[in-house]
Protein backbone atom coordinates (compact mmCIF):
# COMPACT_ATOMS: atom_id res chain seq x y z
CA UNK A 1 0.00 0.00 0.00
CA UNK A 2 0.84 3.64 -0.41
CA UNK A 3 2.82 5.19 2.66
CA UNK A 4 0.84 7.93 2.28
CA UNK A 5 -2.26 6.16 1.47
CA UNK A 6 -1.26 4.65 5.23
CA UNK A 7 -0.58 7.17 7.15
CA UNK A 8 -4.24 8.83 6.17
CA UNK A 9 -6.11 5.82 7.75
CA UNK A 10 -7.09 5.70 11.02
CA UNK A 11 -4.68 4.01 13.73
CA UNK A 12 -7.11 1.23 15.04
CA UNK A 13 -6.23 -2.34 14.92
CA UNK A 14 -3.81 -3.05 12.12
CA UNK A 15 -5.81 -6.83 10.77
CA UNK A 16 -9.25 -5.09 11.40
CA UNK A 17 -10.41 -4.26 7.80
CA UNK A 18 -12.94 -1.96 8.25
CA UNK A 19 -14.30 0.00 11.29
CA UNK A 20 -17.25 -2.20 11.98
CA UNK A 21 -16.96 -4.73 14.46
CA UNK A 22 -18.68 -7.66 13.45
CA UNK A 23 -18.12 -10.46 11.47
CA UNK A 24 -16.25 -9.09 8.72
CA UNK A 25 -13.17 -7.96 10.97
CA UNK A 26 -13.23 -11.43 12.32
CA UNK A 27 -13.22 -13.10 9.40
CA UNK A 28 -10.17 -10.99 7.46
CA UNK A 29 -8.52 -11.79 10.78
CA UNK A 30 -9.38 -15.66 10.61
CA UNK A 31 -8.29 -15.24 6.92
CA UNK A 32 -4.74 -13.19 8.06
CA UNK A 33 -3.74 -16.09 10.29
CA UNK A 34 -4.93 -19.20 8.11
CA UNK A 35 -2.40 -17.63 5.45
CA UNK A 36 0.00 -17.10 8.25
CA UNK A 37 -0.37 -20.77 9.25
CA UNK A 38 -0.20 -22.01 6.20
CA UNK A 39 3.13 -20.17 5.50
CA UNK A 40 4.08 -20.99 8.75
CA UNK A 41 3.45 -25.27 7.93
CA UNK A 42 5.43 -24.60 4.39
CA UNK A 43 8.45 -23.07 6.15
CA UNK A 44 8.75 -26.27 8.00
CA UNK A 45 8.42 -28.03 4.94
CA UNK A 46 10.75 -26.53 2.88
CA UNK A 47 13.19 -26.97 6.08
CA UNK A 48 12.59 -30.46 6.33
CA UNK A 49 12.68 -31.02 2.60
CA UNK A 50 16.31 -29.19 2.19
CA UNK A 51 17.06 -31.68 5.20
CA UNK A 52 15.92 -34.65 3.17
CA UNK A 53 17.96 -33.64 -0.17
CA UNK A 54 15.72 -32.13 -2.16
CA UNK A 55 16.99 -29.83 -4.68
CA UNK A 56 20.68 -30.79 -4.28
CA UNK A 57 22.43 -31.35 -7.31
CA UNK A 58 23.25 -34.77 -8.92
CA UNK A 59 26.77 -34.94 -9.81
CA UNK A 60 26.12 -36.32 -13.53
CA UNK A 61 23.20 -34.17 -14.03
CA UNK A 62 23.82 -30.88 -12.31
CA UNK A 63 22.40 -27.96 -14.51
CA UNK A 64 25.47 -25.47 -13.02
CA UNK A 65 25.34 -22.44 -11.27
CA UNK A 66 21.56 -21.71 -12.34
CA UNK A 67 20.23 -25.22 -10.48
CA UNK A 68 22.62 -24.26 -7.74
CA UNK A 69 21.00 -20.76 -7.49
CA UNK A 70 17.29 -21.54 -8.07
CA UNK A 71 16.98 -24.85 -6.22
CA UNK A 72 15.82 -23.19 -3.08
CA UNK A 73 13.63 -21.43 -4.54
CA UNK A 74 12.23 -24.83 -6.10
CA UNK A 75 11.83 -26.44 -2.63
CA UNK A 76 10.31 -23.29 -1.33
CA UNK A 77 7.60 -23.37 -3.81
CA UNK A 78 6.87 -27.80 -3.38
CA UNK A 79 6.81 -26.49 0.00
CA UNK A 80 4.01 -24.00 -0.26
CA UNK A 81 2.12 -26.17 -3.13
CA UNK A 82 2.33 -29.77 -0.58
CA UNK A 83 1.46 -27.08 2.58
CA UNK A 84 -1.81 -25.23 0.54
CA UNK A 85 -3.33 -29.13 -0.19
CA UNK A 86 -3.39 -29.95 2.79
CA UNK A 87 0.26 -30.65 4.05
CA UNK A 88 0.66 -32.48 7.11
CA UNK A 89 -1.24 -30.91 9.30
CA UNK A 90 0.84 -28.20 10.89
CA UNK A 91 -1.86 -25.23 9.76
CA UNK A 92 -4.63 -26.43 11.18
CA UNK A 93 -2.84 -26.72 14.21
CA UNK A 94 -0.72 -23.35 14.30
CA UNK A 95 -4.57 -21.53 13.30
CA UNK A 96 -6.18 -23.38 16.52
CA UNK A 97 -4.01 -22.19 18.81
CA UNK A 98 -3.66 -18.88 17.20
CA UNK A 99 -7.07 -18.23 17.37
CA UNK A 100 -7.04 -19.56 20.76
CA UNK A 101 -4.32 -17.27 21.99
CA UNK A 102 -6.75 -14.34 20.47
CA UNK A 103 -9.84 -15.63 22.21
CA UNK A 104 -7.27 -15.57 25.65
CA UNK A 105 -6.19 -11.99 25.21
CA UNK A 106 -9.77 -10.71 24.90
CA UNK A 107 -9.19 -9.71 20.83
CA UNK A 108 -12.36 -9.46 19.21
Do not use: C, H
Not at 5 to 27: F, V
Not at 30 to 55: C, Q, V
Amino acid sequence: MDPVAMASQPRGDPLRTNDTIGTSSTNARARLMREASRELEATFLAEMLKSAGLGQTSESFGGGAGEEQFSSLLVREQARAIAAAGGIGLADTFFRAMMEAQTDVGVE
